[in-house]
């Protein structure tokens, strides 16, 4: 008996050759990064191949760049990905210093969503605050929680309550509590300074769930 032949890899690589995309574009898009090791491409050659199954982790993602339904990639495996569906891009949020107000230019943008997430929203961010994780003009999903609940150590989608002294201020930083329970916003990048957060009563945080990258030319 022959070895077993993994069909989403090979679906996945017909549909790149269809679209007239490349193997190293989609594999930049899931690792997040514009530079891929040996062994990662090796890797994903035997998951287009069929050596290797495709993990499940990438296939919504996958849909997301080929611009299809998960369900045509797992149709022969039977498993349930949420049907992707409409998100609206607010805008630009800063990841620089705050910024005083969203720049609504955008308003009317939508992209492409595959997740179980209910109250999903995206920017687009502009600065390099967050370098070299999120970059300048990356769009940047995040969900909505009551109650915030979220945890020191997330990238967060912040701004304030109507009432407080800064109520314009919006940025993506990274949510930071200190053990005296002060609570800070931390840049990755260590040419800008932390944020105190002088009023935490009034701070309204979104938990970032994905970010997609913009397409470059090499």
Same mark, same amino acid.
């Given at each position: 008996?022959?070895?077993?032949?993994?069909?989403?890899?090979?679906?996945?690589?017909?549909?790149?050759?269809?679209?007239?995309?490349?193997?190293?574009?989609?594999?930049?898009?899931?690792?997040?990064?514009?530079?891929?090791?040996?062994?990662?491409?090796?890797?994903?050659?035997?998951?287009?191949?069929?050596?290797?199954?495709?993990?499940?982790? !990438? +296939?919504?993602?996958?849909? #997301?760049?080929?611009?299809?339904?998960? %369900?045509?990639?797992?149709? @022969?495996? =039977? $498993?349930? *990905?949420?049907?992707?569906?409409?998100?609206?891009?607010?805008?630009?949020?800063?990841?620089?210093?705050?910024?005083?107000?969203?720049?609504?230019?955008?308003?009317?943008?939508?992209?492409?969503?595959?997740?179980?997430?209910?109250?999903?929203?995206?920017?687009?961010?502009?600065?390099?605050?967050?370098?070299? !994780? +999120?970059?300048?003009?990356? #769009?940047?999903?995040?969900?909505?929680? %009551?109650?915030?609940?979220? @945890?020191? =150590? $997330?990238? *967060?989608?912040?701004?304030?309550?109507?009432?407080?002294?800064?109520?314009?201020?919006?940025?993506?930083?990274?949510?930071?509590?200190?053990?005296?329970?002060?609570?800070?916003?931390?840049?990755?990048?260590?040419?800008?300074?932390?944020?105190?957060?002088?009023?935490?009563?009034?701070?309204?945080?979104?938990?970032?769930?994905?970010?997609?990258?913009?397409?470059?030319?090499?």
């Amino acid at each position: 008996m022959g070895n077993k032949v993994f069909t989403v890899g090979p679906k996945i690589l017909k549909l790149l050759d269809e679209k007239g995309l490349t193997q190293i574009s989609l594999i930049r898009f899931l690792l997040k990064k514009d530079k891929i090791e040996g062994k990662e491409r090796t890797r994903f050659n035997r998951y287009f191949n069929g050596v290797h199954e495709f993990p499940t982790d !990438y +296939i919504a993602s996958t849909a #997301i760049f080929l611009k299809c339904d998960p %369900k045509i990639l797992l149709e @022969e495996k =039977g $498993e349930y *990905v949420p049907s992707a569906r409409k998100i609206p891009v607010l805008g630009l949020s800063s990841c620089g210093v705050p910024s005083p107000c969203f720049d609504f230019s955008s308003i009317d943008e939508t992209i492409d969503y595959v997740g179980e997430e209910e109250n999903v929203y995206a920017v687009k961010a502009f600065g390099d605050s967050m370098e070299t !994780y +999120i970059f300048n003009e990356d #769009i940047v999903i995040f969900e909505s929680l %009551k109650n915030n609940g979220i @945890e020191d =150590g $997330e990238v *967060v989608h912040y701004s304030y309550e109507y009432g407080s002294p800064d109520p314009d201020d919006n940025g993506i930083k990274v949510f930071k509590i200190r053990e005296d329970g002060s609570i800070y916003l931390k840049p990755l990048n260590g040419e800008y300074d932390n944020i105190e957060v002088k009023y935490p009563e009034f701070l309204k945080m979104s938990r970032l769930v994905s970010v997609q990258k913009k397409p470059k030319r090499f």
